[in-house]
């Protein structure tokens, strides 16, 4: 309703200011609630500065302790120190696979006038070895996932073969038996073409070549080189094979960790939620009185691993959402009493005697805030893909999306609700099962960071936002569709 | 009129401008005030921290947005009413039955009433109806933006405006039964 100017007048006639209001009179305690406003206005804007530092600061020793834990780590333990460990990653393994291929290449290289080369030749049914071909780094290798590179490590063969410009060497290989190559294909040969290399020579250089790669996978080349024979002397066919063939038999056997694809997690953690009532008087007044608050919930967790940097979960979470109902309620009774009276002399008589003349209104206010504490308990399923990236073999993160469908178990509490829906008059009701929706579908987006304690077991905190696309709420009357924030901190057990 | 010169002086919390301000629209205020507090101690509070309040808030005062005294109106206003909140003299009704009213027929008749009649019938009305009547047909308010000064709900603002009409027909048809007999 507009202003009512003709009431406004009559209300608003400018009254004369009291004595005991004058400036001389007020001036003193103006001052002094000034002087109190501003130091309370610096002690407030202290403490909201102080709470906004504070989250700052938190944040910034959150990120200064990550950042420190992850530095010690690498630092303690460096992925070269772990190559024998099984609790070393696979990406780990792959990433010094090839720092020590391009370094055993290099220093093979400075040490010795042989051109040293790498191939990885596919395990197919008729292998011919390829040493009749100048080969080029396999750039495949860097960019190997850890299960292709585990089966290129178990079944093709590595071989690290030395060349030069000249064609006896190759000429010579070429005219191998196919066979007798093909069948122990897992073998290094190192040879050398020069006319007027020695024996040590060979020996010596080609040692640092080999030295600097895993002394286990070459053990093999190295018992081979040793019983090079002179130079001088030619190099049969027989001997090459009889070599191979020891060489095959103590080749040492290799075993790498398997990658675990599943992991099983158990989560809990506090939530925030809002209700985001919508629509209607309905829907504006429980907006404004009714409030999520600080609420809590568990998951279990199952994940398989599609890919290094791929993964698929779901599992099943309980949360028990709470909020709080806000409101004041007043009572007031208004007792009328007929107590005024006026004295009269009766005329006639000249006796006197009393009339009522008004009733007098005595109003009784009764008034207190009123607080009810809901709780909505839900159940749900989610399903979310994650993209993994690898920070270091010991931590890494993920971000993932995906669907989550729920179902309401349990309501508790009083909430706002209809008392006549035609004329939209509210009032608190008891919540009921029936006003709401069973089923619930939300969509969701999470955040984790996984700090992987050993090779089975890892700690996750993960940061989830729900955002439910269905309506919680069955009537037409308004809507309410909660957004969830889960921060959970998970056990995980990889398998 | 409160010149530039008088609100600048105030910013620097120069006590010459303060004076000057408070002696220019303390009358306003003090209108304002007695309408919704009716004890002088009460008044008095209420007066103190309101210019307390446009003292130490001067700065966000912008003249484009309105009038100096629409600003400290509204000041005025939010102290009066946080004074009545905090000493619990603020009480609203949640009616079970409403009656249907034609509210402007009772305007209408509201209207008729002199300066002294209303002033009467407002000055003894209950202070939760009081509130609403005042937010809404005096200074202009629509009952959601009263619902959020009041922290109550529209439909409550609705139904005290329809209750403080009501209460004051009751009082004016009793004030001309008094004039008759009279």
Not at chain 1, 428 to 437: A, G, T, Y
Request: proline letters at 3%; glycine letters at 4%; hydrophobic letters at 35%.
């Amino acid at each position: 309703m507009a202003k009512n100017l003709h009431i406004k007048n009559k209300i608003r006639e400018e009254a004369k200011l009291p004595p005991s209001m004058s400036w001389d009179a007020m001036e003193g305690k103006i001052a002094t609630r000034l002087n109190e406003l501003e130091g309370t206005a610096q002690a407030k804007g202290n403490t909201s500065n102080f709470a906004k530092r504070s989250l700052l600061v938190l944040l910034l020793l959150l990120v200064v302790a990550g950042s420190a834990t992850l530095y010690y780590f690498i630092q303690k333990n460096p992925i070269e120190n772990h190559s024998d460990t099984p609790s070393q990653s696979h990406q780990a393994i792959a990433q010094k696979q090839e720092k020590e291929h391009s370094l055993t290449l290099e220093k093979a290289e400075k040490n010795t006038p042989i051109k040293f080369e790498e191939k990885i030749i596919p395990p197919q049914k008729d292998n011919n070895v390829l040493l009749d071909k100048r080969g080029t780094i396999n750039k495949q290798i860097k960019k190997a996932s850890p299960k292709s590179l585990n089966n290129k490590l178990n079944k093709n063969t590595n071989t690290f073969v030395a060349v030069d410009d000249s064609k006896t060497t190759l000429d010579y290989l070429s005219a191998f038996d196919e066979k007798t190559i093909s069948s122990s294909p897992t073998q290094q040969v190192f040879v050398e073409s020069q006319g007027n290399a020695t024996e040590q020579n060979l020996i010596d250089k080609n040692i640092v070549a080999v030295e600097s790669a895993d002394k286990r996978k070459l053990l093999s080349t190295q018992n081979l080189l040793l019983n090079f024979p002179p130079i001088e002397n030619t190099i049969d066919e027989t001997w090459i094979t009889d070599k191979l063939n020891e060489a095959a038999i103590s080749k040492p056997n290799i075993d790498l960790p398997t990658v675990p694809k599943w992991s099983l997690g158990l989560y809990s953690g506090a939530t925030l939620w809002q209700l985001n009532a919508k629509g209607s008087t309905l829907g504006d007044e429980k907006a404004q009185f009714e409030k999520g608050i600080f609420s809590y919930g568990a998951s279990a967790k199952i994940d398989y691993k599609l890919h290094s940097k791929w993964s698929l979960s779901t599992g099943l979470e309980w949360q028990s959402l709470q909020s709080k109902l806000d409101y004041y309620n007043e009572k007031d009774s208004i007792v009328t009493r007929n107590i005024l009276t006026q004295q009269f002399v009766s005329p006639i008589t000249g006796n006197p005697y009393s009339e009522v003349r008004q009733d007098v209104e005595l109003v009784g206010i009764a008034w207190k805030e009123v607080i009810h504490y809901n709780n909505y308990q839900m159940l749900s399923i989610p399903v979310v893909i994650n993209r993994h990236f690898h920070f270091s073999n010991k931590w890494n993160a993920s971000i993932g999306t995906g669907l989550q469908y729920g179902r309401l178990l349990k309501l508790e509490g009083r909430s706002l609700g209809y008392k006549n829906v035609a004329e939209e008059i509210t009032d608190i009701v008891d919540l009921q099962k029936d006003n709401f929706s069973k089923n619930q579908v939300a969509v969701l987006a999470q955040i984790s960071l996984n700090y992987q304690i050993n090779q089975y077991w890892s700690l996750t905190f993960s940061n989830r936002i729900n955002q439910n696309l269905s309506n919680l709420n069955n009537t037409d009357t308004h809507t309410l569709r909660p957004s969830i924030m889960s921060n959970y901190l998970g056990l995980n057990y990889h398998f | 009129m409160i010149t530039n010169k008088v609100i600048k002086g105030c910013l620097a919390k120069e006590r010459w401008a303060m004076q000057q301000c408070y002696e220019q629209c303390a009358p306003y205020v003090f209108t304002i005030i007695k309408n919704y507090i009716y004890n002088e101690t009460d008044q008095q509070d209420v007066m103190q921290e309101t210019f307390a309040q446009v003292f130490y808030s001067i700065q966000n005062y912008d003249s484009n947005k309105g009038k100096f005294k629409s600003w400290i109106s509204q000041i005025a206003i939010n102290q009066a009413i946080n004074f009545l909140r905090k000493n619990k003299k603020l009480s609203f009704l949640v009616p079970l039955n409403e009656e249907a009213l034609d509210i402007k027929e009772e305007i209408t008749k509201i209207e008729r009433l002199d300066k002294i009649q209303l002033n009467q019938c407002i000055e003894i009305m209950p202070i939760g109806y009081r509130t609403v009547f005042l937010l809404n047909l005096v200074e202009g308010y629509t009952h959601d933006e009263i619902a959020q000064i009041l922290k109550i709900t529209a439909q409550t603002s609705r139904s005290q405006l329809s209750r403080a009409i009501k209460w004051l027909r009751k009082h004016i048809q009793q004030h001309q039964k008094t004039l008759t007999y009279g």
